[in-house]
């Protein structure tokens, strides 16, 4: 046993040294001084959040810090805890971390229902269970280097939390024992939420937690899918629960309401090729040929009719901007424009051709006038240089003129 | 009664109440000396003429603009879109305001190289220097009056700067903005400077100053007195080769104004964030750049404040140029190679930090 041998060397050196041991953190100094695995916590701590608030490894673990002696400083009578075992991990967090008054002195807008949570999660009832393989605390906010969610460096930051979750669900061997899936971080990847929040550093695109929770994580069941999309889709999902699709897809197999259509992991960026053609998700319970395939090629023609409009305008009146010519109020109507599409796409999920006709003619509308206005834009840029040519012409001949009335004048003298 | 004498009645009918026969012998006896440099002497004559353009247009515009926040950007567009030849009337107007500073700088540096400045037309000079002040003056108070973001981040960039002046500075930042910032106030303000106070200065200055290069006569380069040279009459022949110059400028400010229509970007919204790359116009470019390059102090001044010293410094020694530039009686020695080298450092330092202000 070499190792407290080598902790109460330094101690014994600071003890020596009259008036320095009683500022320090003994437990730092001695942990520091290791070379083996009890170095490590000392190693970490200098960016723990809890230490930045003024706390130190006794506050959770107990013991005297003030003392320089290990039997003393990690002594039991004087509340030391140790490391505690795995299955109790939640609970040591909480003793503070549900503790309203307690956290109201350093973080009072954080929540107190952490453990409260945790205790109805998947992880949290399997680790009552004695699982001690499922995700704790220190899993996912990691121990001793614990970083505010804030923090861009902490694995709970929301552009790291897919990537955290990831070390456990991408992993097939830990996965195996649950028989759960391993590819969602891969599917998510995919993801128009993973660009959103990757791409456009878009920290309100949804990520694991979003959907699932964080500490009272679980997959969401059939019937509350649509109530989770519709958490941030509000209007999406008003549309799709009064449709036909909504009673059907709930009975269906294998999970139900949006991600039948959308998938749960993997969400593309939506486009008429879901209703028709080859990859069209319509086709999976639709025959070709059957009303509702006719009903959905319509609906895709319609959008797609809409959005070739408007982009034709777009081009027309970014032709012309790019000419020097004034369509800034043509391009402010094109916006409403977009507006219709979007509401025309929104309304598809009520599956009701009659609700998606309203706004792609109200868009079409626009599309017309904004493209009249672009052509006359252009035609305007035409005639403005046809009449500086005139002008340059007749300012050409102008000057000719002078020069031979000057010439005759000067000739003359 | 014959046509020639109805026209020799009412000739002498005016002459008695203006003093057309003077006018007439002033303009017979007016004459322009020939030599290497007469292409300079063009220069004045085309500053003069766009700013008669800028009196016209600028008539025009204002016809329908309106100087408040909530209407100055909605009138400029309906200039631009709605109104027959609003488009090229606004644009001749930002076009013309461009090159007319452009040329009061070659102007300037051409009356500069030439030492035309020398005695007896020092007033001339300062009347000269005054004038393409108060064209700066157009152009910064013109900027702001479409009210769109770019012309609104930038007069609080340019107001700022004005606010570091020693002493004066926050007194002449209330002066400008009308208050404590930017806003409803400062366009009327620069409204005010723009179509009234200004015009009314410069005005009476272009006629100043055209009194004082008649009253002189041209300027002609040191080593070449008046005497040895031969002449061209003013009027007409001078007179007709202005006349082609002005056409060729005026061709050139119809191509710019169809070709490139001057944008008018996006209404100003006081709550949005500066525009990125926010800058002045190209004339305050290198002030601009040099002040930027300035660190925020240097020893225990601000940086601003010792940026502003020196171009104060710079403006002194250009407007005193007639006072310390002084040459002999015969024209010759003095100090005139040192405002040559004055002059040629100032249009390499224009240069170059417009250029960079511009690019970076």
Redesign the interface.
């Given at each position: 046993m070499r190792a407290p041998v080598i902790i109460f060397l330094p101690c014994f050196a600071l003890w020596i040294v009259p008036g320095s041991a009683a500022a320090a953190d003994s437990c730092v100094t001695c942990h520091a001084a290791v070379d083996d695995a009890a170095k490590g916590p000392a190693a970490l701590i200098k960016n723990d959040v809890h230490i930045a608030h003024g706390l130190s490894c006794a506050d959770c673990h107990g013991g005297d810090r003030t003392s320089d002696d290990p039997d003393v400083a990690m002594n039991k009578k004087k509340g030391f805890k140790g490391k505690p075992a795995r299955t109790t991990i939640p609970k040591f967090c909480s003793t503070c971390h549900s503790n309203p008054d307690y956290m109201r002195k350093y973080a009072p807008r954080e929540r107190v229902d952490q453990f409260e949570l945790y205790q109805t999660s998947v992880h949290g009832k399997r680790l009552a269970g004695g699982d001690t393989a499922v995700a704790t605390c220190i899993d996912c906010h990691s121990v001793h280097d614990i970083r505010a969610v804030k923090d861009t460096a902490a694995p709970v930051y929301p552009l790291r939390v897919a990537e955290t979750c990831s070390r456990c669900h991408s992993d097939a061997q830990k996965m195996a024992p649950y028989k759960i899936p391993t590819n969602q971080f891969q599917e998510y990847k995919t993801s128009v939420h993973w660009e959103g929040l990757t791409k456009r550093n878009d920290l309100a695109a949804p990520t694991c937690a979003s959907c699932h929770g964080n500490h009272g994580a679980k997959p969401p069941q059939v019937e509350s899918v649509s109530a989770v999309c519709g958490s941030c889709h509000v209007l999406f999902e008003q549309l799709y629960e009064k449709s036909v699709h909504n009673a059907v897809f709930s009975g269906a197999g294998g999970g139900g309401g949006c991600m039948v259509c959308h998938s749960n992991h993997a969400v593309h960026d939506p486009s008429t090729a879901m209703l028709v053609g080859p990859k069209a998700v319509c086709s999976g319970c639709h025959d070709a040929g059957t009303a509702p395939a006719g009903t959905a090629a319509q609906m895709a023609a319609w959008l797609d009719g809409l959005d070739a409009a408007l982009k034709k305008s777009e081009t027309l009146l970014a032709s012309a901007e790019k000419s020097?010519?004034?369509v800034?109020?043509a391009q402010v109507r094109l916006i409403d424009g977009r507006e219709s599409l979007v509401k025309a796409r929104l309304a598809l999920h009520s599956m009701k051709p009659a609700e998606v006709r309203v706004p792609v003619e109200e868009g079409m509308a626009v599309a017309k006038s904004t493209e009249k206005a672009g052509e006359f834009a252009l035609h305007e840029k035409d005639v403005?240089?046809m009449?500086?040519a005139v002008?340059?012409l007749l300012?050409?001949i102008?000057?000719l003129a002078?020069?031979l009335?000057?010439r005759r004048?000067?000739s003359g003298n | 009664m014959s046509a020639a004498e109805i026209k020799a009645k009412t000739f002498d009918w005016f002459d008695e109440r203006l003093g057309l026969r003077m006018a007439r012998d002033m303009l017979d006896h007016k004459v322009v000396p020939l030599h290497p440099g007469t292409a300079w002497y063009y220069f004045g004559g085309i500053t003069l003429f766009l700013f008669g353009v800028q009196m016209f247009t600028g008539l025009l515009l204002l016809l329908y603009y309106r100087p408040t926040v909530a209407e100055a950007f909605d009138s400029v567009r309906f200039i631009m879109t709605r109104v027959e030849f609003g488009w090229l009337i606004r644009s001749i107007h930002s076009w013309s305001a461009n090159l007319l500073i452009f040329f009061a700088f070659v102007h300037m540096f051409s009356v500069m190289f030439t030492h035309a400045y020398r005695r007896p037309r020092e007033l001339t000079w300062l009347s000269g220097i005054a004038l393409l002040g108060l064209m700066l003056c157009f152009g910064f108070s013109g900027y702001l009056l479409p009210w769109n973001q770019i012309s609104y981040f930038a007069t609080k960039v340019g107001t700022d700067v004005a606010g570091t002046t020693p002493f004066a500075g926050p007194m002449l930042a209330r002066l400008l903005r009308g208050g404590e910032d930017v806003g409803a106030a400062t366009l009327t303000r620069f409204f005010a400077f723009h179509v009234m106070i200004l015009p009314l200065l410069t005005g009476g200055l272009v006629g100043l100053h055209l009194l004082l290069v008649q009253k002189a006569g041209m300027s002609t380069p040191k080593h070449l007195p008046a005497h040895d040279l031969s002449h061209m009459k003013f009027f007409p022949n001078f007179f007709l080769r202005e006349l082609m110059v002005w056409y060729g400028v005026l061709a050139l400010l119809g191509s710019l104004a169809a070709i490139f229509p001057w944008e008018l970007g996006e209404k100003a919204d006081p709550f949005a964030s500066a525009p990125a790359g926010i800058r002045p116009e190209w004339y305050f470019l290198a002030q601009f750049y040099t002040l930027k390059l300035i660190p925020s102090h240097v020893w225990i001044f601000e940086g601003e404040l010792i940026g502003l010293a020196g171009f104060g410094l710079l403006a002194l020694v250009w407007v005193a140029l007639p006072f310390w530039a002084t040459t002999k009686p015969d024209g010759s020695g003095g100090r005139a190679r040192l405002a040559t080298g004055v002059g040629i450092f100032l249009v390499c330092y224009l240069v170059t930090f417009t250029l960079l202000g511009y690019f970076k």
């Open positions: 020097g010519m004034e800034s109020e403005r240089r009449g500086l002008s340059v300012i050409g102008a000057i002078i020069r009335l000057l004048m000067e | -």
